[in-house]
């Protein structure tokens, strides 16, 4: 046997092999469990991910996140992703948001208000194997990486934290500083910023909401074992980041984190008005290991 019957095959598989692991979930507010207002997609060989959230009546979320997520997914798929280089990577994931936005708007014109957040991540590989993750943001959906037991936020939420300083890294301590109160007056003493607390779920643009839109892109160099969490509010609202980052720490595979992730976030959305982070919602989660 022609040594090249063997290696040809073997070739073939590594090329077809999946480029990194995806589980997802995603289940409704507990307080409309037949209509699920966020939307998802992935695509393991393409390393692509997904999160729509969207907002809630009378912007008919759930009609809103089901055409963003068509169309995205629509304009990133019209052609093959790999072989493209990172500019042009970028250019796709740029205009799939803008020409969701004009879909849904569209739609809007139509049928009456409806508006969505988008957070549509891509990992794109380059002629030596050098990974990068980027991230399109268009509200508050977000994407993490955790890597070497530290969690970190990706995006910035498009909201009012987004300003509040003189410089992005201000407005992103201020935000890191939010994500983890869990007590009002201990963690936050200062009352100008228990108010911006208080309005943090504010979005200041969604897919749909306007004519225009500004998406919002992340880039960053990915290394061997890093893990991804791209999620909607409805897990980064119940959860503070430390408990995110607990629970990855702990959890023995995707499966496991996505399961606790959505497990313990429910129950902390069933003690609205008891605790601070408490919030009915639709939760979903797509977890990435690189």
Request: aromatic share 6%; net charge negative.
């Amino acid at each position: 046997m022609d040594s090249g019957d063997i290696i040809k095959p073997a070739l073939q598989e590594l090329k077809n092999a999946p480029r990194v692991e995806m589980v997802a979930q995603s289940i409704p507010n507990e307080e409309h469990p037949t209509r699920n207002e966020d939307s998802f997609f992935y695509s393991q060989s393409e390393g692509v991910f997904a999160v729509f959230d969207g907002v809630s009546h009378p912007a008919r979320g759930d009609v809103a996140s089901r055409q963003a997520k068509d169309s995205v997914s629509s304009e990133l798929f019209k052609s093959q992703l790999r072989g493209l280089s990172f500019e042009e990577f970028t250019s796709r994931v740029y205009s799939s948001l803008i020409k969701a936005n004009e879909s849904v708007f569209a739609r809007a014109q139509r049928e009456g208000e409806m508006g969505t957040t988008a957070s549509v991540g891509a990992i794109w590989e380059g002629p030596g194997g050098e990974k990068k993750l980027l991230v399109g943001n268009v509200g508050d959906s977000r994407v993490y990486i955790f890597r070497t037991g530290k969690l970190t936020q990706v995006t910035l939420d498009d909201g009012i934290v987004r300003g509040a300083g003189k410089t992005e890294e201000e407005d992103r301590l201020l935000q890191a500083k939010f994500n983890n109160v869990t007590d009002l007056g201990r963690d936050l003493p200062d009352q100008f910023e228990q108010r911006l607390f208080l309005r943090r779920n504010i979005l200041t643009q969604m897919i749909g909401g306007e004519k225009k839109v500004i998406p919002r892109l992340y880039r960053v160099d990915l290394k061997a074992g890093d893990l991804l969490l791209a999620c909607s509010d409805g897990i980064s609202d119940n959860l503070a980041d430390f408990e995110i980052e607990e629970i990855l720490k702990t959890s023995r595979n995707l499966d496991e984190g996505m399961h606790q992730l959505l497990f313990v976030a429910q129950g902390r959305s069933r003690n609205e008005g008891r605790e601070l982070r408490a919030k009915p919602d639709d939760m979903t989660g797509i977890l990435v290991k690189v």
